[in-house]
């Protein structure tokens, strides 16, 4: 038995809706797995990137199992919160923006961040209350006004298990921060920056962070190391990230105007690396025991360094093709370690 034509036409309808749907929503799983990670995603524009994936971090290097002392304002951060960011933090995306006057109050860079993790919203708010010398609310959020050194960081919890903050000198990058939240469920949000280069960061980068130099870098002349200037120009965009696979592998690229500035940059880089090199495989690499019951020499943590440094310039090594220099090296996990048990808690809202 036939089914009526009116029957035939609403089963094919019903069919092409449904293939449609199933379209879409094939479409926004893609995007969401190719997109940049939700916290660098709500970051306002800037002239600056930095992405920190924390849980494998952690799980390589155990740094949060290390007893490192806090100093007093982040410890009565941690007692009043209780959060302990070394422990708590999974995810962080940092954005850095030039301030036009790097001698005014608010320094040469400015920071707007997001925090992913496990966090106790009550007691942070109450802290927050406490600490915030003014509130503001926007698009439903409450903005707390947290006075800090000779700046004002203004911070707002985004959901259970998200924390944004900023200390730029006005409210907007908050508010944008804000606006974005609202649609993050859509992958297609994010800064101009982060559109047009996350896709040449390498894919499973546990750390990664793109910048742009500007004509402000030039200040003062421009970097120097050891009293040697760096020759990046302006108009240079530069890319770093780190991949753990089974040890930290660091590649730093720059993306420079033309091949002179890019060959130069890779000259300069190359005559560092090999006067590192000489320096650090001439420093000791062991430490006597002489008083010790074994009688064996063991590496104290000054020496453990030293081989550390060794390793890592002994493995560094950078290539130049066309107006692209790229610098790649492994980073020893006991030197990422002890960078990570040096600046952690500095992740902190409480420390800007």
């Known amino acids: 038995m036939r089914c009526p034509p009116r029957m035939q036409r609403s089963s094919r309808t019903t069919l092409a809706i449904a293939l449609a749907v199933f379209l879409v929503l094939a479409l926004l799983i893609v995007l969401h797995v190719q997109a940049p990670p939700e916290v660098a995603r709500l970051l306002p524009e800037a002239d ?11 799980a390589a290097t155990r740094y949060d199992k290390t007893q490192t002392p806090h100093d007093a304002s982040y410890q009565q951060f941690v007692n009043a919160t209780g959060i302990d960011f070394e422990r708590d933090l999974n995810e962080a995306a940092f954005a850095l923006t030039r301030m036009p006057d790097p001698l005014g109050p608010n320094g040469s860079v400015a920071y707007s961040e997001v925090f992913a993790g496990k966090f106790d919203a009550k007691r942070l708010t109450a802290y927050l209350k406490t600490a ?45 921060i804000l606006d974005r939240y609202r649609t993050s ?38 970097p120097k190391v050891f009293g040697i200037r760096i020759p990046i120009e302006t108009q240079t965009t530069l890319l770093g990230s780190l991949r753990w696979l089974g040890s930290a592998h660091l590649r730093i690229e720059e993306l420079a105007p033309n091949a002179a500035a ?56 950078v290539e130049q093709k066309g107006s692209e220099a790229v610098l790649t090296a492994t980073l020893p996990a006991t030197l990422l370690q002890s960078v990570l048990d040096a600046h952690g808690d500095s992740l902190s809202p409480a420390k800007k």
Do not use: C
């Not at 959901?159 to 944008?176: F, K, L, R, W």
């Not at 469920?185 to 982060?194: I, V, Y």
């Not at 690396?273 to 019951?293: I, M, T």
């Open 185 to 222: 469920a859509l992958p297609f949000t994010g800064s101009s920056l982060l559109a047009e280069m996350y896709g040449r960061i390498p894919a499973f980068s546990v750390a990664w962070m793109v910048a742009r130099v500007g004509p402000e870098f030039w200040k003062g002349g421009g």
């Open 132 to 176: 915030a010398a003014n509130r503001e609310m926007y698009a439903g959020h409450t903005i707390y006004v947290v006075p800090s050194a000779d700046r004002l960081v203004r911070v707002a919890i985004l959901g259970y298990d998200m924390v944004a903050a900023s200390n730029t000198p006005t409210p907007e990058q908050i508010h944008s």
């Open 262 to 317: 890019a060959e130069a940059s890779a000259s300069t880089v190359n005559a560092f690396v090999a006067l590192g090199k000489g320096v650090a495989n001439n420093l000791p690499a062991f430490v006597g025991g002489a008083g010790r019951q074994d009688g064996a020499s063991k590496q104290d943590g000054a020496s453990k360094q030293n081989m550390d440094m060794r390793d890592l310039l002994n493995s560094v090594q």
């Open 48 to 58: 600056g990137i930095v992405y920190l994936n924390l849980k494998p971090i952690r």
